[in-house]
């Protein structure tokens, strides 16, 4: 009896889908005529199979999208790691430099407090002096004056040098302790003649010839106009201006001849030796009136004649020739 040939099934059961695919079986060369044999593929046990090496690529390829990225930071050997989705990955943040951390001369923190105290310090005094010029009589408006004036003044002092010197601007350009403590005994010497003999004898006519409206407007014109001369020096001077002497010549230091330059040989110096005087003259302190003019004279005659001999030597004869043209402004000192 003849059975008709049975046609290949092509029904496939859940089970095959989810299983991996059979591997295949060694078998025997096919010997037939006018065929060469087929070769034997000989299956080695660590051969990945087609369907495990797809998976395991598509896992790879999940797990290096959604890892950070890690890379070597250019001091010492930690490393940082990124986000891979970070719009920042491959860039490496830099660290602030170490001068600029608190506790260092450049100190960002530093300036900060220093900035707000002196702002604070301005705000006050100007609403304390003018709250006393409006509701009293009482000269007690000097006081709150002197901190104003002192206040603006070291603020400036820090302000034109970040602008028109930034590499040297630091902590110490706000000129808070410099010449210290003399510079700090001198203003508090001011602030308590000032506060006592006007609390103690506030009718006193202690100007001569009842001259004190017109010392106490020339005192006003002398702040500002000190005040003016000290902050447009360090502006025009620019790179060649710094607090501190210089016993060695930059490559930006030029001899600056112009501006105010043309009619003060040190405006700066000139700027504040006038405005230490003004405001005794504001302040009504003849004692320490006369101690500023000796205390500032001195000080000035000395450093003038000790920074001109390495200004001299910098610049030799331009120097020489500018110092016969121009003087300084203050008395006495040539």
């Known amino acids: 009896m003849d059975f008709p040939p049975q046609r290949p099934s092509y029904e496939m059961s859940f089970e095959d889908l989810s299983s991996p ?18 070769p034997v593929l000989a299956e080695r046990p660590d051969d990945e199979k087609p369907w495990a090496t797809r998976h395991r690529r598509r896992r790879s390829f999940a797990v290096d999208a959604l890892s950070p990225i890690r890379t070597r930071h250019p001091v010492g050997n930690t490393d940082d790691v990124l986000p891979r989705h970070s719009p920042g990955a491959p860039t490496i943040q830099p660290r602030p430099d170490k001068a600029y951390l608190p506790g260092q001369p450049k100190s960002l923190e530093g300036i900060a407090i220093r900035s707000f105290c002196l702002g604070g ?7 304390t002096m003018v709250s006393i010029l409006l509701l009293s009589t009482s000269p007690l408006w000097r006081l709150p004056f002197f901190f104003t004036a002192l206040s603006t003044f070291h603020f400036l002092e820090f302000w034109t040098t970040a602008k028109y010197n930034t590499s040297v601007a630091s902590i110490d350009s ?4 410099a010449n210290w403590p003399a510079y700090a005994i001198a203003h508090v010497a001011a602030s308590l003649e000032c506060l006592l003999t006007n609390l103690l004898f506030p009718n006193r006519a202690w100007a001569p010839f009842y001259s004190g409206h017109i010392l106490l407007l020339l005192g006003l014109i002398v702040v500002f106009v000190g005040q003016a001369a000290r902050s447009l020096a360090m502006v025009q001077a620019g790179p060649s201006f710094n607090h501190q002497i210089q016993r060695k010549k930059k490559e930006d230091h030029e001899l600056v001849t112009t501006g105010i330059y043309s009619f003060l040989r040190h405006p700066a110096y000139f700027g504040f030796f006038y405005w230490g005087i003004g405001t ?3 302040l009504g302190n003849p004692i320490c009136f006369a101690g500023y003019i000796i205390v500032l004279w001195r000080f000035f005659s000395s450093r003038i004649k000790s920074e001109e001999r390495d200004l001299v030597r910098f610049f030799e004869d331009d120097y020489v020739d500018y110092k016969k043209r121009v003087g300084t402004g203050i008395p006495f000192i040539r």
């Open 21 to 38: 695919p059979p591997t295949p079986s060694i078998v025997s060369p096919l010997l037939t005529p006018g065929f060469s044999p087929l």
């Open 121 to 127: 310090t301005l705000a006050l005094s100007v609403t």
């Open 174 to 177: 706000f000129l808070l302790t």
């Open 280 to 282: 005794q003259l504001v």
